[in-house]
Every structure is written in C-alpha cells, then in structure tokens.
C-alpha cells in the first residue's frame, strides 16, 4: 500500500493509510499513515459501533494537519479493550490465510485462457 499511496502523492493527491499493523506500515513507508491499535481487519473501528468509528476517523483525517514529515505515523488513542489479552488470543490463533501457490491460480478456466493470451479484456472503467 506505502507504494500506491507515494505513487498518488507523486500526482499530487495527498494519502493517509489506516493500519493496524504498525511494524508492517513502518517498512513500506507511505507517505502518512494513522496507525489504531486494534486486531487486523479493525482498521477502522469495531463493528457495530458506528460513533466509535466516526471518532476514529476523524481523530485520523486530523493527520492531514498534524503530519508534517514524509513517512510518519499517527498512533490513534483508541484501545480495543481495558487490558490487552486481545492479543494474546489473536497470536494463539495463528494465521489463517489460505495456502500460498508459486504458480497463478484462475478463478476458472476462460481466466486462464485469457491471461496466457496476452490478450486481457477491455478495462471497463478507462476502455482501452
């Protein structure tokens, strides 16, 4: 993501990228970052909670302002819970992403057929 983000900035389009995975924004080094201290896929605040989420975001659109230096981050004040067994449970569970394939894998064949052509199909949103 720091790539796409450094990439938009460079077209003059000012980026912040919400994370909660601080060491793993750190390493791309996007251009401003708001990191919140919650379990991956949380970057924006607990379901179900739609003012906590409001708060969130806008305790980091304030990083637009506050943010000066390239590559810096926003720690959001917002904690998941009183104590931080969260994660204790989330490193116990381990990683659950599906297995990894060296090879491209289609999600059927007429895919298959069409990026071994070379020949994509029309982009819808710019026609080419």
Same mark, same amino acid.
């Given at each position: 993501?720091?790539?796409?983000? *450094?990439? !938009?900035?460079? /077209?003059?389009?000012?980026?912040?990228?919400? %994370?909660?995975?601080?060491?793993? %924004?750190?390493? !791309?080094?996007?251009?401003?970052?708001?990191?919140?201290?919650?379990?991956?896929?949380? %970057?924006?605040?607990?379901?179900?909670?739609?003012?906590?989420? *409001?708060?969130?975001?806008?305790?980091?659109? #304030? /990083?637009? !302002?506050?943010?000066?230096?390239?590559?810096?981050?926003?720690?959001?004040?917002?904690?998941?819970? #009183?104590?931080?067994?969260?994660?204790?449970?989330?490193?116990?569970?381990?990683?659950?992403?599906?297995?990894?394939?060296? %090879?491209?894998?289609?999600?059927?064949?007429?895919?298959?057929? *069409?990026?071994?052509?070379?020949?994509?199909?029309?982009?819808?949103?710019? *026609?080419?």
């Amino acid at each position: 993501m720091g790539l796409v983000a *450094r990439q !938009v900035e460079a /077209a003059g389009i000012p980026t912040l990228c919400m %994370t909660s995975a601080l060491d793993i %924004t750190r390493a !791309v080094n996007p251009p401003r970052a708001a990191f919140l201290d919650y379990p991956l896929g949380h %970057t924006t605040g607990k379901p179900g909670e739609p003012e906590l989420q *409001r708060r969130i975001l806008a305790e980091a659109l #304030e /990083a637009f !302002v506050s943010l000066a230096v390239p590559g810096s981050v926003k720690e959001l004040p917002f904690r998941w819970s #009183e104590d931080e067994s969260w994660k204790d449970r989330a490193f116990a569970e381990g990683d659950e992403r599906t297995e990894r394939f060296d %090879t491209p894998q289609y999600q059927n064949e007429e895919d298959r057929l *069409r990026a071994e052509s070379g020949n994509p199909p029309p982009c819808p949103a710019c *026609r080419t």
